[in-house]
């Protein structure tokens, strides 16, 4: 070890002999809570409860983030659309938790500006015409976020609306909004939340799907665990089960009793992957949706422009949803109107991906009308289901859960010692990274992308690359991923599979496929090296 390495503190190991110590924990020890799910509800409701001081394991049938945590528009937001639905109260709490994820991991919530064009066409304008009452919504979202807003909304001319945004269409074109909220990297959050509550002592496991219920005089006993990497079942006691598993939460609970739930309405939501040159914009751009009274989103992310999202009832499997073809040109049609140079077609799409909003079953109305607030349920058999949320507002619904948790504890003369929670002074990834830090021998490109990738944990990856030149080389020679993050993420991140890492840990198949499938050998050896096999 240089010295230079022994200043960088090195995270407790996650991998997969971990995962092996954990699932035979899982199997032997009786636990406070057992939490289902390990998706950005799951991973937040397991680091509370850990934080509090309970045993707490957490299981997830796919990998970490795999369901819809990793299928977001990745915005630490407010919601600028939620106060037309005068959800004031859900603007504020969500804004409020900017403000902690931008303390606790920065590099997991970035400010970006955004750019709300105004037209002198209200269907061209994304959020209507009418420069007054704009202006008043943008005022409030100021005022709900409170000392701890990023920067007060500003009107500009077209013209310097058309030096942040060049492609966009001058036509009409009167001026813009800007104001500012936060972007992440969705499946990254998830995993670090996941690395913290294992710190705090939570046992997790990925692959290890729950099967059923086990039920004694008390009520929920334990669940029946398929380990789907160890090839055994087994069966996990816990005092308290929590069910944090998403869009599946009603199949979940069905386990418990064989009744059928539709407490769900899932929502499907896609996003479409183009370069980054072929819009342009320097900031985030809210456009309209052609034929829709709704608005998307342009982003400029990882070097790419990721355009979404939709908003539509699904019906369909819910493992694995797609974009399909129609939605994906609906996209394609809007950005193009918005942005008539690029002439954006089918051809400059890199990927496309969808996910389902676990949206909690209200009237008839559109799944764009109802509440994105989460919702808690405390179910016959014990269950306590948490369904519904944000990304944003995972830490708030996660003390939640926790509290009726604790008071199930007390209710139930349970011996059960908790402190409070304190998740909001919990660092996540080490924090800030350090900045001159000896990282010379490695390009500004590569040690940039480590920072904003890994946070205060980039210099433990930068330790892996200088080992060796395979190690130190990237996967894909115009990006800047190299072969230490895929040890990384095996060692430190429980990634179990090339596809873990490729699309998760980091977020290379996402923005572009070809070149993920292309590097899949080499991470694939350095799996196999990692593990000894
Ligand atoms: P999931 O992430 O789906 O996690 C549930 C997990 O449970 C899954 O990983 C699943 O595999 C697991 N599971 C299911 N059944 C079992 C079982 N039997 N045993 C074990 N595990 C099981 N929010 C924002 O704040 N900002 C945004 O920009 C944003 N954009 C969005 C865009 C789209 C298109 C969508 C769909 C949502 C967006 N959201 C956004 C909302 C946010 O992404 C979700 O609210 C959040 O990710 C839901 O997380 P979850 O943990 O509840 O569900």
Request: hydrophobic share 35%; charged share 25%; net charge neutral.
């Amino acid at each position: 070890m240089t010295d230079q390495a022994r200043k960088f503190e090195s995270p407790a190991e996650l991998s997969s002999r971990t995962r092996t110590t954990n699932i035979e924990r899982m199997a032997n020890e009786i636990f406070d809570v057992a939490v289902i799910g390990g998706g950005i509800t799951g991973a937040g409701v397991a680091l509370d409860l850990a934080s509090r001081g309970l045993r707490v394991a957490l299981i997830e049938k796919d990998d970490f983030g795999s369901g819809t945590s990793s299928r977001s528009s990745k915005l630490i937001h407010g919601g600028l659309r939620y106060l037309e639905q005068f959800e004031f109260g859900l603007v504020r709490e969500s804004l409020r938790e900017r403000a902690v994820l931008k303390q606790t991991a920065p590099h997991l919530c970035k400010p970006l500006e955004f750019l709300a064009p105004l037209y002198s066409e209200s269907e061209r304008s994304p959020l209507g015409s009418n420069r007054l009452k704009l202006a008043a919504g943008l005022w409030l979202y100021d005022l709900l976020a409170g000392s701890q807003n990023i920067s007060r909304h500003k009107w500009i001319s077209s013209s310097d609306a058309l030096k942040l945004a060049p492609g966009l269409s001058t036509e009409g074109l009167r001026g813009a909004f800007t104001y500012f909220d936060c972007l992440t990297d969705d499946a990254r959050l998830v995993i670090e939340v996941i690395k913290a509550a294992s710190t705090l002592g939570a046992s997790v496991a990925n692959y290890a799907r729950v099967r059923g219920f086990r039920h004694n005089a008390d009520g929920l006993s334990s669940l029946e665990i398929e380990d789907r990497i160890g090839r055994r079942e087994f069966d996990l006691r816990a005092r308290v089960i929590v069910n944090a598993s998403g869009v599946w939460s009603d199949e979940v609970s069905r386990l418990t009793d064989g009744q059928t739930r539709s407490r769900i309405r899932p929502s499907k939501g896609i996003h479409v992957v183009v370069p980054a040159e072929r819009l342009g914009n320097k900031t985030a751009v809210l456009i309209p949706s052609v034929g829709e009274n709704r608005f998307l989103f342009v982003i400029p992310w990882k070097g790419r422009t990721v355009i979404g999202t939709t908003d539509a009832d699904y019906s369909g499997s819910l493992d694995d949803p797609i974009a399909e073809d129609e939605e994906v040109n609906r996209v394609l049609r809007s950005a193009a109107r918005a942005f008539p140079d690029s002439k954006l077609t089918m051809s400059d799409v890199i990927n496309t991906f969808a996910g389902l909003r676990p949206l909690i079953s209200a009237g008839g109305e559109a799944t764009k009308e109802i509440s994105r607030k989460e919702e808690i349920f405390e179910e016959v058999s014990g269950l306590i289901t948490i369904s519904g949320g944000k990304l944003t507002t995972w830490r708030r619904m996660a003390e939640q859960v926790s509290e009726r948790v604790v008071r199930r504890f007390e209710n139930n003369n349970k011996n059960v010692m908790t402190r409070k929670s304190h998740t909001s002074d919990i660092a996540l990834a080490n924090g800030r990274p350090s900045s001159g830090e000896n990282d010379c021998e490695f390009d500004s490109g590569t040690v940039s992308h480590l920072k904003e990738t890994y946070g205060g944990n980039y210099g433990v990856v930068l330790e892996i690359a200088r080992q060796s030149k395979t190690l130190k080389a990237r996967l894909i020679d115009d990006l800047p991923y190299i072969g230490a993050e895929a040890l990384y993420a095996a060692r430190y991140e429980m990634a179990m599979t090339v596809d873990d890492i490729l699309a998760r840990r980091t977020r290379i198949t996402l923005i572009d496929a070809g070149k993920g499938q292309s590097c899949a050998g080499v991470v694939e050896e350095l799996l196999k090296k990692e593990r000894g096999s």
